[in-house]
């Protein structure tokens, strides 16, 4: 499919799949005429980016992660590699506890506002735990 298809399909602008494609990120193929040809390979790589920034990752953090379905990790690059993957981890464990709770908070605070008689000092103060979420 040519990029304004590809476009379409994977929710990314062409400026972004260009940008992509000159940073080596996500590289489709060429026709005789020289346009970008996307396949179904490229769609299922664009989904790995999207969800790896929806994650926070840069774009250098992605291409690494996506280095390692391209080459073996060797026993030089092994602990770089093992350390990065730990961090990124780390960092998906906390961003999962600040969102579990900030579901409980918000789930409390749509249970008390659906109550026939609210308290709004109690929605304030549950307004108020969104801030100390991090704590």
């Given amino acids: 499919m040519n990029i304004q298809e590809f476009a379409e399909e994977t929710g990314l602008s062409k400026d972004t799949l260009r940008l992509y494609e ?5 590289i489709p193929a060429r026709t005789p005429g020289n346009y970008r040809c996307y396949n179904q390979t490229d769609a299922a790589t664009a989904k790995v980016i999207i969800n ?5 990752l840069s774009l250098v953090e992605c291409q690494q992660v996506l280095a390692l379905q391209q080459r073996p990790i060797t026993a030089e690059c092994r602990g770089e590699t093992l ?26 605070i749509s249970q008390e506002i659906e109550k026939p008689t609210k308290n709004p000092q109690q929605v304030n103060d549950l307004i108020n735990q969104v801030g100390e979420l991090d704590n």
């Fill in 52 to 56: 790896l920034k929806r994650a926070g």
């Fill in 22 to 26: 000159k940073i080596q990120l996500l």
């Fill in 83 to 108: 350390a990065f993957i730990q961090t990124k981890r780390t960092d998906a464990a906390a961003q999962a506890r600040f969102y579990q709770g900030l579901l409980t908070v918000l789930e409390r």
